[in-house]
């Protein structure tokens, strides 16, 4: 069910090796574990396995088809527990939960709702299922994580640290059902920990990891039979020339004096040494008052293990620890007992059946896998990704107060210009400025303003007033786009609640213009709110220069439904773009920022120039615009994927 050969993947700058030559097998319905300090590179394994990331070389196969060629069916059968939970904390578990059920493809309402009343009652969180999981504990969060791995009931779990953060009665849950799934379902399970009573309670087989590479594989019990037990020699007193002797018996090591009548050392064939010792303590006229043998453990295989200079990997083989069969010989320098091979320098290509299997064509994977990690088809994903933001959105204040808050003050803002300048009860100054400033013009400028009309001084200062009103708006978005798209993008990564995301079927096409629409949506509304206030103020000013319906008004109309949609589009695929090159939301928010503010800034007075001149000046603006957009999000397209994100991470 899960086969890795030779796996490697390197990162810049070095390269660095974090998995370097990983091999093993797990069969359907097993629970294997990999074992190994921070760092080992259990992490990097995982996102490999789960095609996430491409290995730089080696190859794998889970599920039946290899992640570096057909990494969509991969994730399309697989449930991952990433090291941090990565939850939506703005939702609630049963929306978080009916969410990850549609990306998987359960469409069907009432099965998602079976499906998500299952999880969250294996879980115990049954009765907290409306509640916003901000307010959740590290471990409540934790078994939110958990019940979203198992929602699509996939065939390959992997699963790291799955019990972090639990208390005892919500772990021994995991772990009975962890174990169901394995033995009674069939499923394959693979399980990152730390927690050695764990490994030893459900794995049945273990692969312990330093510095990316395999050093020991075996079951649990040929593991510890590796570590020396350590034996207690109780006698009536100590003798000098006890110790002589016992010095002289083979196969006991780190013999020390633990009390007047207590001798402590260490066997790893205790069935022959030990009669030898009681041999030696009578012969040196020692009254034997017992000898005990204490409980080996899987923790001090581990520990030393891990201590060992790290060799390189070879190719897993099955672990024959069942049939008893003897182990086949090692590379000099290592040693084996039963089943445990602990691995010796190997090369690890030198096996290319798995790779011709699978189908890879090199280190970086192949063009096929490049685009079928981006593109499943439709765009019922990023509408359901747009939603679920657009939700989180509103449930969270330093979000929803900007959007209000902003609009209404640049709508307030320009609507008081306009009571005071242009406002029938205020005497009409601006109307007096402006025909001045009209009346000082050259007959002839004023003829090349063919959108100017020049028989109605009233329609001038209408058609005036439209010009620098409408692209005074554009400001909105440009404003509100930053923050959200910033969170959306960025912000999401550094919660780490990108990676369940990325982990499933869904293409990163599908995601990248659901976090657009996510982010254009409520800024193009807080632009309509702004006009809203604006067009309050200028009712009140019984203008007649301002329209009395805005909407009636085909050019403000064109503005609010077309123009500032794709200014805020604008906005944010440079925020998109931006994502692919930096890793913070405060980075990520200011470069926006610089990049757009400045170009907005410049398209607001140069439409208003071109609207003198022609009445098609927004759609020109948008069609430039829009051209831009679409430049800008096909590049972020070609850059926004797994490998680029993941390895941002």
């Not at 969180?125 to 934790?142: C, I, P, Y």
């Not at 096929?368 to 939603?387: H, S």
């Not at 500032?564 to 925020?575: C, D, E, I």
């Not at 071109?610 to 831009?628: Q, W």
Request: charged share 20%; net charge positive.
């Amino acid at each position: 069910m899960i086969r890795a050969l030779g796996l490697t993947r390197s990162f810049s700058p070095g390269p660095v090796r974090a998995v370097d030559g990983l091999s093993f097998e797990v069969e359907p319905g097993e629970i294997y574990g990999l074992l190994g300090p921070n760092g080992a590179g259990k992490t990097t394994a995982m996102r490999l396995l789960s095609a996430l990331l491409r290995p730089t070389s080696g190859s794998a196969v889970v599920a039946g088809f290899a992640v570096d060629s057909e990494p969509r069916e991969v994730r399309a059968r697989i449930g991952i527990l990433t090291e941090v939970p990565g939850l939506y904390l703005r939702l609630t578990p049963a929306e978080y939960l009916d969410f990850f059920a549609q990306v998987h493809g359960l469409r069907e309402a009432s099965a998602r709702g079976a499906r998500v009343e299952e999880m969250l009652r294996l879980v115990g969180l049954w009765d907290r299922r409306r509640s916003v999981m901000r307010t959740f504990s590290k471990g409540m969060q934790q078994r939110v994580a958990i019940a979203r791995t198992l929602v699509q009931d996939p065939q390959v779990l992997l699963f790291d640290e799955p019990t972090a953060a639990l208390d005892p009665e919500a772990a021994r849950s995991v772990r009975d059902y962890v174990r169901d799934l394995a033995a009674n379902r069939g499923r394959t399970v693979l399980l990152c920990t730390h927690n050695l009573f764990e490994a030893e309670q459900l794995c049945q087989r273990l692969s312990i990891i330093q510095s990316g590479r395999q050093v020991a594989e075996g079951t649990p019990a040929a593991l510890k039979a590796r570590v020396a037990t350590t034996c207690v020699l109780s006698v009536s007193e100590r003798l000098p020339l006890l110790l002589k002797r016992l010095e002289g018996v083979a196969g006991i090591e780190a013999i020390t004096l633990d009390g007047p009548g207590t001798i402590t050392y260490r066997t790893r064939n205790p069935a022959r040494a030990n009669p030898e010792v009681v041999r030696a303590a009578v012969s040196a006229g020692a009254d034997v008052l017992g000898l005990a043998e204490a409980a080996n453990s899987l923790e001090e295989f581990y520990l030393s293990a891990v201590a060992m200079p790290s060799a390189g990997a070879a190719p897993s083989r099955r672990d024959d620890d069942r049939s008893a069969a003897k182990p086949a010989p090692l590379a000099p320098g290592a040693q084996t007992a039963g089943s445990l091979r602990v691995r010796a320098k190997t090369d690890a290509s030198a096996d290319t059946t798995l790779v011709a299997r699978s189908g890879a064509r090199g280190p970086s994977g192949t063009r096929k896998a490049r685009t079928e990690a981006r593109d499943d088809g439709g765009l019922a994903g990023a509408r359901l990704i747009a939603v679920r933001e657009l939700r989180e959105t509103l449930r969270d204040p330093n979000l929803v107060l900007p959007l209000v808050l902003m609009p209404c003050l640049i709508g307030l803002l320009a609507g008081i210009s306009a009571f005071a300048s242009f406002g029938s009860g205020t005497g009409g100054v601006g109307t007096a400025v402006t025909n001045a400033a009209l009346d000082q013009l050259p007959t002839a400028a004023v003829e090349h303003l063919s959108n100017l009309p020049t028989s109605n001084r009233d329609a001038t200062l209408e058609t005036l007033l439209k010009a620098f009103s409408i692209p005074l708006f554009w400001v909105i978005p440009v404003a509100l786009t930053p923050a959200l798209a910033a969170d959306s993008f960025v912000g999401e990564r550094e919660r780490s609640s990108l990676e369940p995301l990325l982990a499933t079927p869904i293409g990163t096409s599908q995601v990248l213009l659901g976090k657009l629409g996510a982010s254009v949506v409520p800024a193009t509304v807080g632009t309509w709110l702004g006009v809203l206030v604006f067009w309050g103020m200028t009712l009140l000013s019984r203008s007649t220069l301002y329209p009395r319906l805005l909407l009636a008004d085909a050019d403000w109309l064109f503005s609010l439904l077309v123009v500032a949609p794709l200014v805020a589009l604008f906005t944010a695929s440079v925020a998109a773009l931006l994502s692919t090159r930096v890793s913070g939301y405060r980075v990520a928010y200011q470069l926006n920022g610089l990049i757009v503010l400045p170009v907005v800034l410049l398209l607001i007075p140069a439409t208003a120039f071109l609207f003198l001149f022609t009445g098609a000046a927004l759609g020109y603006v948008a069609v430039l615009v829009a051209l831009v957009d679409l430049a800008i999000i096909g590049w972020a397209m070609s850059l926004f994927d797994r490998e680029r994100l993941m390895s941002r991470h």
